[in-house]
C-alpha cells in the first residue's frame, strides 16, 4: 500500500526535487503539488495523508494549522521556527494527538547521522576534531553543520566527565590549529571543485575513528525527506530533527 | 574513589600492555598482577573489584569461577568461549547475581563503534560496501572484522527490507567488484606499512557517508579494556560484547 | 594579449562547457563557434590561432587538414584515433611543421596528473593498489582509468625490476584481494552518489602515500582543456596526451 | 653483486634501523657499523663502497672528509649543514670527483615524493591547502613538513602567475582558515593515537587531487636511505635533498 503525498512549494528548487522523488519511489504517490496561491484544499480533496513543506516561514504556519486540522501528517523543512512557534504547533496537534509533525533544520541524511555518530562516539576518545571542506564561495567558515557537530561532541564530552584534550603545541603559526568550538578545533578548508564534506575525526591509544560526510550534490536532502514521509505517521506530535526518526 | 584492578595473564603481550594502562590511569588501581601458576587469592586479599583476563581457554573457566564466587567483576578478552561456556558463567553468576562479567572478542573500541554505527546507518542508504586495508602478512582476507562488519549491514539492510543494491555492472574483470558477502561488497587491499584499516562506506542521492577505523599499532584494545573495567560493575550478569556498554 | 580561439563541436555537451570556459577566461577570447554544418571558413576569417575539437571520428580528420593547412593549432579530445590517423596528422603537420596538435584520451587534469605521479612513485614502493569508486550506473568494473593507471605502476615496477608485492594471504574469499592488473591489484566500488574516484596506494616501511583524484561534475575536462588551448603554440608537432604539457 | 656498506652511528636508534635495513636486503651487504670512538679505517679494511651517517653535526665533517678521501660514497641524514659545510665538502669532492655524496634532511621517501608532486600539480589548481596531523605530544604547528610544502606551493604559483586563491568568507571564527604560509593555508589537527600525516589538497573546476602521506612508525627513513644508497654512486658530486635521485 502506498502513502499519498502532497508537496507544499512544489515548483521552488527543493520542492521540485521532493517531487521527483515521491514520484520516483515505489512506495509513495504523488497526489497534489501546491505552489503559491493554489488553494490547500486539493490536499483533502486528492486523499493525501502525509505532506512536506518547503515553502517560506510567512506561509508555513498556516499551512501546518491546515493540515493537522484536516489529520494530514507532515514534514517540514521551511526555516523559521522558534519556540512561540513550535508551541502553537504543539497546541493545534493537542487537537488532533494523532497527527505527526517533523520540522527538521536538515534532512541530509548522511549529515544527520554523522552529527549523531559524533556525539555517541565522543565519550570514548582522547582527542577530537572537525575538519569541513566546502567550495570557496561559501560566506561563513566554519560551516553551521561543523560548529554544531562540535557542540554536540563537547556537550558529550561534557556529560562524561572528559578532561581537556591533550596538546604539547608550544609555538604555532596563528590559526593553524584551528578555531575553538567549546574546547572542540575545527578547521575549515575551502577548494575549488568541492561541494560540502566533513572529517569528525577521534582518536585514542593507536587507534583513530573518522566519521566522513560528502554532499556532492544539491539534492542530498531528498533521501531524508522521504525517510521522514515514511515514518511521520507513526510518530504523533511534534518532532524536532530528523535523527529522532532514525533509531539512534 | 579509584577502582582496584587485577590483572591475570599479566605477563603476556596483551596483558602487560593493560597492567600499564591501569597503572597510567587516574581512577584505577592495579592491585594484583597474576600470571601462570600464581595463586588467585592475591586477588581477594589485595581486595581486587575487577579483573581483567587475557589468559588463554584451558585456565579462563577457572578464574572466573573463582572471580565471580569471591564478587570480583571480570572483564575478560580471552578467546575460546561458546555456548556452553556462556552457559556456565550464567549458572555462577546465578549464586552471585551482582557480579558482572564481560566478555568481548574485540575491544578496539574506535572497531566496536565502527561496526555499531554501520548497523544503525544501513537502513538509509541506497548502496553500501566495505574495503579494509592490512600489512601484507595477513593470512586471511578479507579480515574477520570486515566480514562482520558487512554481515551486520546485510542483516540491517534485510530488516529494513531494503532491496538489493544498485549495480550497472555488465562486464568487469574477475575479483574487481570485490567478494560478495550477504550481499555486501567487501573488498581486501594488502599494504606494506599499514596495520589495519577499515572503510565502511555508504552511499544515496547526492551523498556519501564513510566509517573509517584506523589501527595504528598493538595497543589498541587498551581503551577498550579499561572502558570495561570502569563500567562492568553497572552491568550485573554476563554481557557478550563491548558494544553493549557504549550507551548505543 | 589574449589568445584567439574557436571551438568545433561547440553545440555538444562537452563542447557547450568548452565555450564557456572560454569565454570566462581573461585570456582567452572566444573567435569561432563551430557546430554541424557549419563552415570552417569562419575560423580564418575570424584569426583562430587555436582550436578546440570535440566532435565525431567521422569529421575530425577533416578538421585537422584545414587546421594545419592554416596555420592554426589544435586542441582534440575527439575519440577514434589509431595509429594510421596519428600518421596522417604527423604528414599534415610536415608540410606545416609550427603547428601544434594535443591529441588526448583525457583532459581531467587531475586524472591525468594522479597517473602520471603513480609511474614515478611506483618504483619506490614495495606494495601498490588502486581502489575506484563510481556511480552505479556504470558498465565496466574496473574503470577504464583504473586499469590504465595500473598498468603504469606495474610497467615501472618492471623496469625498477622490483620483485612481486608481498601478500601472504592464504585463505580468502573469491574476489576479495580484487582484480589483478598485470601483478597490479585494482578493487571497483559502487556507489550511489558518488561520481568518480580514485585512490592510488602505495606503500613500504612504516609509510604509505596516497593519490586520491576525485571528480565531482561532469566538467572536469574543462581546465584541462584551457591548459591544452595554452600551450599549444608553444609544443609545435604531434603531441598525444596532456601529460606531456604538464611539466612533469 | 652487492653493494657494500658501512653504516657510522650504527648504535644509535636511527643508525640500528638502517643496519638493519641494509642486512635485510639482498642487493647490500653490511660490511662495516661505525660508532662513538671506533676507528674509521675499518671502512677502509672491508672495502666499504658506501657509509651512511646518522651522527652528529661534530663529528660527520670528519668522516665525510675521510670518505670521500677514500673515494667512499656517502648517504648523510645528519643535521647541522649549512652552505658553509656544503661548501667544505664540494672542496673535498673536487680532489675526488667520482665520488658521491647525498646529504638530505629527510629520507621519508613518502614525504618527499608528496612535496615534489605538490609543487609539480600546483600551476594547475585555483585552490590549494594543506592538512596535517600528528599526536598531541607534538611542539610546533604547523610541521615543519606541512610549512615547506605550503611553501612549495607557494613558489610553484608564483612561477606560473597564479591569482590569489578563490576565498569569499565574510565571516568566521578566528583560525577556522588555518594558518597562512605565503598565502596557502595550512591547518593542523592534534590527536592520540596518530602518528605523522599529511593531506595536500588541491582543487579546480568539478575535481580535486588529494595527496596523502601516512607515517605509520618511527623507521619510515629506511627506504629512502637505501634508495640512497643503491644509487649514490650513479650521482658523482654533492647532491642536497633525496628528490634529485627520485628521477622525477
Redesign the interface.
Known amino acids: 500500500m502506498t502513502i499519498k503525498v502532497g508537496v507544499l512549494g512544489a515548483k521552488g528548487r527543493v520542492g521540485s526535487a521532493v517531487v521527483a ?1 515521491v514520484q520516483a519511489a515505489d512506495d509513495l504517490e504523488l497526489v497534489a503539488e501546491v505552489d503559491q496561491n493554489d488553494s490547500l484544499d486539493v490536499l483533502v480533496e486528492n486523499g493525501a495523508q502525509v505532506i512536506v513543506d518547503f515553502t517560506t516561514p510567512n506561509v508555513v504556519m498556516d499551512n501546518l494549522e491546515f493540515c493537522i486540522k484536516n489529520g494530514i501528517h507532515a514534514v517540514v523543512g521551511t526555516t523559521g521556527f522558534d519556540d512561540e512557534r513550535y508551541d502553537q504547533v504543539r497546541a493545534w496537534i493537542n487537537d488532533n494527538p494523532q497527527t505527526g509533525v517533523l520540522i527538521a533544520p536538515n534532512f ?4 544527520v ?2 552529527m549523531a ?1 559524533a556525539k ?2 565522543a ?5 577530537a ?1 572537525v ?1 569541513e ?1 566546502h567550495h ?7 560551516s553551521g553543520t561543523a ?1 554544531k557537530t562540535a557542540q554536540g561532541i563537547a556537550e558529550a564530552r561534557r556529560q562524561a566527565n572528559l578532561p581537556a ?17 567549546d574546547g572542540v ?11 560540502a564534506h566533513e572529517d569528525i ?20 536532502f ?2 531524508g525527506v522521504l ?1 521522514g514521509v515514511r515514518q511521520v505517521a507513526d510518530h504523533p506530535g511534534l518532532t524536532i530533527g530528523l535523527d529522532n526518526y ?3
Open positions: 522523488g541530509a541524511i548522511s549529515a547521522l554523522a555518530f555517541q562516539a565519550p570514548f576518545f582522547e582527542s576534531e575538519v571542506y570557496p564561495n561559501k560566506l561563513d567558515a566554519p560548529v584534550m591533550p596538546d604539547a603545541t608550544e609555538t604555532s603559526l596563528d590559526g593553524s590549529r584551528g578555531a575553538d568550538v578545533k575545527v578547521h575549515a578548508v575551502r577548494m575549488t571543485g568541492m561541494v575525526i577521534f582518536g585514542t591509544r593507536d587507534q583513530s575513528l573518522t566519521i566522513r560526510q560528502d554532499s556532492y550534490g544539491r539534492e542530498s531528498v533521501p525517510t532514525l533509531g539512534l
